[in-house]
């Protein structure tokens, strides 16, 4: 199953094994080789802000709920 025979009796390989010479050599050109470069940044950048957000989400609830509490106090206070 890993290559086909054609008509005149050779041996071509499959659509797996072209797609992936093909990927290959994309990816080791230098446009393919910045392109993988910026997916992979990129990718990094969204994997740091899912895991690095829950405690900053957990900081920022709490350091607006302290404003929101000392503003009221001081409206009561100059009111």
Known sequence: MSSEVSLD???RPNFLRRA???CLKA???QIGL??????YVLLG?????YLESGPE???RSAI???????LKELW???G
Do not use: P, Y
């Open 9 to 11: 009796g050779q041996e």
């Open 45 to 49: 950048a969204v994997l740091f802000e």
């Open 57 to 59: 989400v957990v900081k």
């Open 76 to 78: 009561a206070i100059t």
């Open 20 to 22: 992936g010479k093909g």
């Open 27 to 29: 990816a080791c050109s």
């Open 34 to 39: 910045v392109i993988l470069v910026i997916i």
């Open 64 to 70: 607006q709920r302290s404003r929101d509490e000392c």
